[in-house]
């Protein structure tokens, strides 16, 4: 039996297993790059998400006069209990005019009777504010005011970075899933091709475990010099764009990745062999007890 263990099914003179170390290089380097696009869209998600949301309340002039500080406290006070609402903060009318110059018309001190009044409101961070409810309730308190989205850019923003790391990880999962079915089919080939060398195999006293760990090692090693390949090339590309301060699409910021989303990086080529052993032992077996 010694001799028998000796014995190897010629799979290298496989054409499709020629092919397997450059096709898994090719997808394990793919994968990396989704990988990176969606956890770096993760972290840019994560981030904005934690930046506060600022409104600003208008409150208009009436009647040729600019609302009154006792109305305006009202109102600041009103919102600052709000749920979710960290501060709301009355913009003095000496600070609104440092903002928009001298008004129109007059001198400084007659031309802040005619101005409308401002209010930050800044929400906690994570929290997102109800527009349309706060516009109600600000109306409700002030009839004639409104509410300005200070920020309307940062909504669009999270939500454009999580369609990305959606995206990106279904694309990586894909590719993943297409060096299993490239494993697959190369070892269903093999089998057929080797149909006579493993018949001679059995007669000699080779058992079908045998067998099937020549199928899977093979497979296991194609994917791992292709795949370490293409996962080293893949880092570098990262790299390379981490350290041109290449932005993420759509005008997102670009982030860096922590040393937890490298190690995520890194579990590309270890999930892809460990898929890769898995689908050739299954499909070794499943093709060895049909061609008894």
């Keep these: 039996m010694a ?29 990396v ?21 600022f409104v600003t309340i208008v409150l208009p002039a009436t009647l040729g006069q600019g609302p009154s500080d006792a109305e305006v406290a009202r109102v600041a006070a009103a919102l600052a209990v709000v749920e979710g609402v960290a501060y709301a903060r009355p913009v003095a009318v000496e600070e609104f005019l440092q903002l928009v110059g ?34 109600a309730d600000v109306a409700a308190l002030s009839p004639g005011a409104t509410v300005d989205d200070a920020r309307p850019r940062q909504t669009e923003s999270i939500r454009f970075a999580r369609m990305l790391r959606t995206q990106a990880q279904a694309a990586g999962q894909l590719l993943v899933l297409a060096l299993v079915a490239v494993i697959v089919i190369v070892t269903r080939t093999s089998l ?24 899977e090692h093979h497979a296991l090693g194609g994917v791992l010099r292709g795949g370490l390949s293409g996962f080293a090339v893949g880092v570098m590309v ?49 093709g060895l007890a049909r061609l008894r």
């Design 238 to 286: 990262v790299l390379g764009f981490l350290l041109a301060g290449t932005s993420l699409p759509g005008g997102l910021p670009q982030v860096e990745l922590r040393p937890a989303e490298w190690l995520l990086l890194g579990c590309v080529p270890v999930t892809a062999a460990l898929l890769t052993a898995l689908a050739a032992r299954l499909t070794a077996r499943a």
């Design 33 to 53: 790059l989704a990988l990176a696009v969606a956890v770096a869209s993760n972290g840019t998600a994560r981030r904005l998400g934690l930046e506060p949301r």
């Design 192 to 215: 057929e091709l080797h149909r006579d060398t493993i018949d001679l195999l059995r007669l000699m006293g080779a058992p079908d475990a045998y067998i099937g760990r020549q199928l």
């Design 3 to 31: 001799s028998v263990l000796d014995l190897d099914l010629p799979l290298a003179e496989t054409p499709a297993s020629r092919l397997l170390g450059w096709i898994a290089g090719v997808l394990v380097f793919l994968a």
């Design 102 to 135: 001298s008004w129109p018309g007059g001198e400084t001190g007659t031309a802040a009777l005619f101005l409308p009044r401002l209010v930050d409101v800044a929400f906690n961070p994570g929290r997102e504010p109800e527009l349309e409810r706060l516009a």
